[in-house]
């Protein structure tokens, strides 16, 4: 048997069938997993039950436990018990687990909420079995995929291949006059660094070789829309989870899967990527600006904060927020956490900071009213997480 000398807490939510239970417990057996501690309760949002488990389990053996569970009962959050963040606990808090190296990714990462390979009634692709297969296939290359590993080169359909072009061909003619200048300084150095072309989608792997080589950053393929929390998380490893699907072709225009961080820095040519995550959001929307180092460095911190933080922090670090509407205000963190936004379509507000180093020097000096019993620091060269400022008993 392995060697498990670390406790994790699973927590999750099962229908009140007592066999939907057992078959959630079945890779506990299957991996020889001891079982410390079980509760129950009835859920608070639903007519189901939230399940709360105790079990040793190593680190290498955790992510193959949660996939296995996940794909019976759906989004499991974890938590950690016996290191430095165990207990941090009083009447109304309990820090939840965060990654604290960089492989702790293939655990949080794989977590996905929805829009994996089930799909909703709502989606284009819904009806389409072709489109869905390809969505499960893209899937299991997510799924199966550890971090450090090269990113599997894709080969993409000629359906897909149009329908990236239609819309690289559409936003790039909106960019130079709309996207921001850190943008466009980016963005044409993707065309011969990474292949972007309208006939090309770009290799995974290749961009993400490309940002490591500008800001440290990388990529992650991810089969869905993963949880704030596990998404800005990644980002405090200066790691960009990443879908490689593409949307359906008979709906270029609009996806209704939304992406967990709602920041942009361009004004209605967003309106083909707005709030819809695919590869040509990631590629397209997100990547250029990842090129950028100060604004690297301000997603980067806002990942940090986020760690340890409550659901209710997470949320307010997930919604910085902009729009294509002609209301402004000045970029201040405390409003703009505040700012609520729509999952589709434009936001109501812009808010507008001087530069992205005025931006990370605002989040760095909110990050410090996050309540926390601690703070954290990445260490580039372990790339790993540091927990300082621990107050004794914890």
């Not at 807490?9 to 890779?27: R, S």
């Not at 869905?132 to 550890?146: G, L, Q, T, V």
Request: hydrophobic fraction near 35%; charge should be negative.
């Amino acid at each position: 048997p392995q060697k498990m000398n670390k406790d994790f807490c699973l927590v999750f939510t099962v229908t009140d069938e007592v066999q939907n239970l057992i078959n959630a417990l079945e890779p506990l057996k299957e991996l020889c997993i001891p079982l410390k501690h079980l509760e129950t309760r009835p859920s608070k949002t639903s007519s189901s039950h939230d399940v709360f488990l105790q079990l040793p389990c190593s680190r290498a053996v955790l992510p193959l436990l949660v996939g296995k569970m996940r794909a019976i009962v759906g989004p499991i959050t974890i938590f950690q018990t016996n290191e430095l963040i165990r207990g941090v606990q009083s009447e109304s808090h309990c820090t939840p687990w965060f990654p604290r190296c960089i492989q702790d990714l293939d655990i949080s990462c794989n977590n996905v909420i929805k829009y994996g390979d089930q799909l909703t009634p709502d989606h284009a692709g819904y009806g389409d079995p072709v489109y869905r297969e390809r969505r499960r296939y893209f899937a299991s290359i997510a799924n199966n995929y550890r971090q450090g590993e090269p990113i599997p080169k894709l080969e993409y359909t000629k359906e897909e291949l149009d329908t990236w072009k239609v819309i690289f061909n559409h936003q790039s003619k909106l960019y130079p006059a709309h996207a921001c200048k850190e943008y466009n300084e980016q963005f044409p150095a993707l065309f011969s660094a990474c292949h972007y072309r309208e006939d090309n989608i770009p290799q995974v792997e290749d961009v993400s070789q490309y940002l490591k080589s500008r800001t440290g950053y990388q990529l992650r393929p991810v089969a869905g829309w993963i949880h704030s929390r596990d998404f800005l998380a990644a980002l405090a490893f200066r790691v960009f989870p990443t879908t490689q699907y593409i949307r359906h072709h008979s709906k270029p225009k609009y996806t209704p899967e939304p992406c967990p961080l709602n920041i942009a820095f361009v004004s209605n040519c967003c309106v083909y990527y707005s709030s819809c995550s695919d590869v040509c959001h990631e590629l397209m929307g997100h990547v250029p600006l990842f090129a950028n180092a100060s604004f690297a460095q301000f997603s980067q911190e806002i990942g940090l904060a986020s760690l340890g933080a409550s659901n209710e922090w997470v949320e307010k670090l997930s919604s910085f927020c902009v729009s294509d509407q002609a209301k402004y205000e000045e970029f201040d963190c405390t409003r703009a956490v505040l700012q609520s936004y729509p999952t589709s379509g434009l936001q109501p507000l812009y808010f507008v900071a001087k530069s992205f180093d005025d931006m990370t020097q605002k989040l760095c000096e909110f990050a410090k009213t996050i309540p926390k019993p601690f703070t954290v620091t990445y260490d580039p060269a372990t790339q790993g997480i540091q927990v300082v400022d621990m107050p004794c008993g914890y």
